[in-house]
């Protein structure tokens, strides 16, 4: 089980005492751009990814294993090229709205993903994150005890190919990146839609352009290689943060904004150079107490207030518990396994 600092409930009221006055004006603080920082962190990500794919390029003659090696360190790279991305799209990396757009546009060629498209998503999690009556656009599939209980046969099969370990962070990372990207949801904006398609077109210029330079087969490797790599530390992250024991999901008329914030969202406490690779994403309850603070300030705006600190807090070794939770009950407030579901049957049954 993972440990609080004060109960879970305990939590929640605090978070609940908290606001709107005391814990809004302490991340005021903390969301104001700093143009320096954030050309230091495109220099200091970009450059080196660039000069990796040059490297690759060189050792595709020499040494494959030498190649894959370079390759996991670009992914390290283009991870955090991804939260500089991710930063833009919420308005917090620099102060000018047009900077933003304009990086997070480039970024997004980089990272195959459509700018305008994936940030009205992301938008779209962060309102929603831990409501169960809102779930279904910019999260992981996630269902409840009892409607895992009532669906049909077919749907808890899909549930479970959905949420095995090999398909949730091997093949879906890929697919997402690749397939699922190229094509706006039903839902987007007109103007959603159409920046789905212009960036598919600056992905053909890219894809045909960078297999010029290195040539097709060497850049598709590589690319190939990279993509799967950062989509699947990607998705990890983006998982782990929101899918622990004691996370937060309520029902429409419960649900709170900082509650779920605070205990839906783990601080994800890493050693220090993944911290500075994930582009300090760890500190996810402030992200998502105020996705306005740019990740340069989120681990300064944790240590600022005691109160930041009582939250879920996982280590690497605690977060690989996360893989067996599956399925959130209600009773018990927590996420659990299948096993549970089982163990909870026998009981009934006896």
């Known amino acids: 089980m993972l440990e609080i600092n004060t109960s879970s409930t305990n939590t929640l009221h605090s978070a ?5 006055e005391s814990w809004r004006a302490i991340v005021r603080k903390y969301q104001k751009p700093s143009l320096t920082k954030g050309l230091w962190q495109l220099t200091n990500s970009g450059i080196p990814y660039v000069g990796l ?28 090229l991804f939260i500089i991305f991710h930063d833009c799209g919420h308005g917090s990396f620099f102060k000018s709205r047009k900077a933003n757009n304009i990086v997070g546009f480039l970024i997004g060629i980089l990272t195959f993903t459509p700018y305008r498209h994936w940030t009205w998503q992301h938008a779209a999690h962060h309102g929603t994150s831990g409501n169960l009556d809102e779930r279904g656009l910019g999260d992981i599939w996630t269902m409840t005890v009892n409607e895992f ?19 949730l962070f091997v093949l879906a990372p890929f697919g997402f990146l690749a397939i699922y990207q190229r094509f706006p ?16 077109f600056s992905l053909l210029l890219y894809v045909v352009g ?52 605070l205990a839906g969202s783990s601080f994800y406490k890493l050693p220090a150079i993944l911290n500075w690779f994930s582009g300090n994403i760890g500190y996810h309850h402030i992200h998502h107490l105020s996705s306005r603070i740019p990740n340069y300030n989120l681990q ?12 879920p807090e996982l280590t690497l070794a605690k977060s690989l518990k996360s893989l067996n939770l599956r399925l959130w009950d209600e009773d018990t407030q927590k996420l659990v396994g299948y096993r549970f579901l089982r163990n909870k049957n026998h009981k009934r049954s006896s």
């Open 16 to 20: 609940e005492k908290k606001q709107p």
């Open 53 to 80: 794919w040059i490297l690759m390029y060189f050792t595709t003659s020499v040494s494959w294993p030498l190649t894959i090696a370079l390759c996991a360190l670009a992914s390290l790279f283009i991870m955090r």
């Open 149 to 167: 209980k009532e669906a049909s046969s077919r749907t808890r099969l899909l549930y479970r190919f959905s949420r095995n370990p090999v398909v």
């Open 185 to 200: 949801v039903s839902s987007a904006s007109k103007r959603d839609r159409y920046s789905v398609h212009l960036m598919n």
């Open 210 to 261: 960078m297999s010029f330079i290195f040539g097709f087969w060497n850049y598709l490797w590589i690319q190939l290689s990279i993509m799967t790599l950062s989509g699947t530390l990607g998705i990890w992250l983006f998982y782990v943060q929101h899918q622990f024991e004691d996370t937060y999901w309520r029902s429409n008329e419960e649900w709170d904004y900082a509650s779920s914030a």
């Open 300 to 311: 300064a705006c944790h240590r600022a207030e005691p109160f930041f600190q009582q939250v």
